[in-house]
């Protein structure tokens, strides 16, 4: 029938999300460690782990404005699945500092160029259903979990030189995953480039939400790129550091499953203040209580807050803020701005700070928030509810 909208593909969708995922859950805890096993410096790590994150303020808009103009979103995803896969394969040619920069730049600008677009092709097929969103994205949230802790067992056991072999087959998954999916059709899809995207970048309530996001995301940083270095350095197992991340996840995943329901009882404004005050308290525990294991349980469990309820937050603004055309190119600015360039800049001055002061470095994250917080007083509340 004219105007009916298709199923939902939950299982394709969702699979994308769970090895998507399942590759973060393998290089956010244990790409640093490798890397200290390999001999690197707190700022060459730094720099290393930025460098995947810097990528992602021009990836995602260059081939977001790619997929806006050809309306082949799907297509650009497959594309930059499959050369992530290629280029990645490099690693294993050297393990010099200056190779592996090379290597993390080539494939991390494809592999970064697919998850905003994934995002639009979701809420295209989801249309009506788009409060559903966070019960596909849970997945990515599982795989994330099933990953993290069976590495941190299997690193506990075997040298941790097997990563790069993992992180392969963890993007071949995800580009076998992403051939899964079809186009949206044209009445789903979010594509129309009519719609002026600039403008909007003009109005100051936007300006605010960019803003805010990216600080949550400097917050960030340090525990991407330090928190198992800084467990193991007090006395962790990387059995635990697995377990502690995987806690994390597990919270968001609730958030996650249950968000839908949250999101009937609060408004957009409420969320946000929730989630960036847990989140400024979440950085100044883990800063103050790293030697404390019930405290560092219960601050893991507030990564439910600082991104899983500030994440769905932030993709429902686009979603209501951004139509059309404007969409894929907003989704684009909130992955390359703020995850990209957020956390490059907070991973970078971790790296400066670390080996002067771990604890510094994490009460400066809380110190992120709290302005985020200020910041976000600002944002108009008619646009928040």
């Known amino acids: 029938m004219l105007g009916q909208q298709s199923p939902v593909p939950y299982w394709r969708l969702s699979f994308f999300y769970f090895f998507y995922f399942a590759l973060l859950g393998a290089w956010l805890p244990y790409w640093p460690l490798y890397l200290k096993d390999q001999g690197f410096d707190a700022k060459a790590i730094a720099y290393l782990v930025a460098i995947m994150m810097a990528t992602k303020i021009v990836a995602p808009n260059i081939w977001g404005w790619l997929a806006t103009i050809s309306g082949q979103r799907m ?96 993007l071949l998954g995800i580009w076998v995953s992403s051939l899964c999916v079809s186009e949206p059709n044209r009445s789903q899809d979010s594509g129309d480039s009519s ?29 991407y790129t330090f928190f198992s270095v800084f467990l193991e350095a007090n006395g962790y197992s990387r059995s635990m550091t697995g377990m502690l991340w995987t806690l994390g996840v597990l919270a968001e995943v609730l958030v996650f499953i249950f968000m839908h329901r949250l999101m009937v009882v609060f408004t957009l404004r409420q969320l946000m203040f929730v989630s960036l005050l847990l989140a400024a308290l979440r950085w100044l525990l883990t800063a103050l209580y ?46 390359g701005l703020c995850f990209g ?10 790296g400066w700070l670390w080996e002067f002061s771990p604890q510094l470095t994490f009460l400066l994250a809380s110190l992120c928030c709290v302005v985020a917080l200020l910041a976000a007083r600002l944002i108009d509340r008619r646009l928040l509810v």
């Open 75 to 170: 297509r650009i995803i497959r594309y930059g699945s499959f050369l992530a896969c290629t280029a990645f394969l490099l690693i294993f040619l050297d393990q010099s500092l200056l190779w592996l920069a090379l290597v993390i730049t080539v494939f991390s600008f494809f592999w970064n160029a697919v998850l905003a677009q994934f995002e639009v092709v979701t809420l295209s097929h989801l249309g009506t259903e788009y409060k559903r969103y966070s019960q596909i994205r849970v997945w990515g949230s599982i795989g994330f979990i099933a990953t993290v802790s069976w590495l941190g067992w299997l690193f506990d056991r075997v040298d941790s030189h097997w990563l790069p072999i993992i992180l392969l087959l963890l």
């Open 290 to 335: 790293i030697d404390s294991l019930p405290v560092l349980l219960f601050a893991q469990c507030l990564h439910a807050a600082s991104f899983g309820s500030f994440h769905v937050f932030a993709i429902e603004v686009i979603r209501r803020w951004f139509q059309g055309g404007a969409q894929g190119q907003g989704m684009a600015l909130y992955s």
């Open 195 to 223: 719609r002026p995207f600039l403008p909007l970048l003009k109005k100051p309530s936007v300006v605010l939400f960019f803003l805010v996001c990216f600080l949550v995301q400097v917050s960030h940083g340090p525990y």
């Open 341 to 350: 360039g957020g956390g490059a800049v907070g991973a970078v001055l971790s």
